[in-house]
C-alpha cells in the first residue's frame, strides 16, 4: 500500500473517533431536513452520505471527515471547512464561495 494512501486511511480512522464537539440537534436537522444553515457540524465524521442540495450556510464544518459524501449543488457559503479533511467527495455544482479552507484536505474529490 502507498504510504500516502496508509497516511490517509490514518487520518480517517482517527477522525472516525473524535470527541462528539458537533450540537447533536443539528446533526439530525441536518440527517432529516438537510437544511442546517449556521448549524455547529464541528468535528463530526460522515460516510457515504448524501447530502446533495443541502443548505449548510454559514455552518461549522471544521476539523470533521466525510468519505464518499455526495455535496451536489449544496450551499456551501461562507461554512468554516477548516481542518477537515474530504475524500471522494462530490462538489459538482456545489456554492463554496466565502468557504474558509485552511488547512482542510481534498483526497479525490470532484466538482471543486
Not at 28 to 49: A, F, H, K, N, V
Request: with cysteine; glycine share 8%.
Amino acid at each position: 500500500m502507498k504510504p500516502h494512501v496508509r497516511t490517509l486511511l490514518a487520518v480517517l480512522f482517527l477522525s472516525s473517533s473524535l470527541a462528539l464537539a458537533f450540537a447533536p440537534g443539528d446533526k439530525e436537522r441536518l440527517e432529516t431536513t438537510r437544511q442546517c444553515p449556521d448549524c455547529d457540524l464541528s468535528d463530526i465524521s460522515y460516510g457515504q452520505r448524501d447530502f446533495s442540495t443541502a443548505n449548510l450556510q454559514g455552518s461549522d464544518i471544521s476539523g470533521s471527515a466525510f468519505f464518499r459524501t455526495n455535496f451536489q449543488n449544496a450551499n456551501l457559503r461562507d461554512t468554516d471547512l477548516r481542518g477537515s479533511v474530504f475524500f471522494l467527495v462530490d462538489f459538482t455544482g456545489a456554492d463554496l464561495s466565502g468557504a474558509r479552507t485552511n488547512g482542510a484536505l481534498f483526497f479525490l474529490c470532484f466538482g471543486r
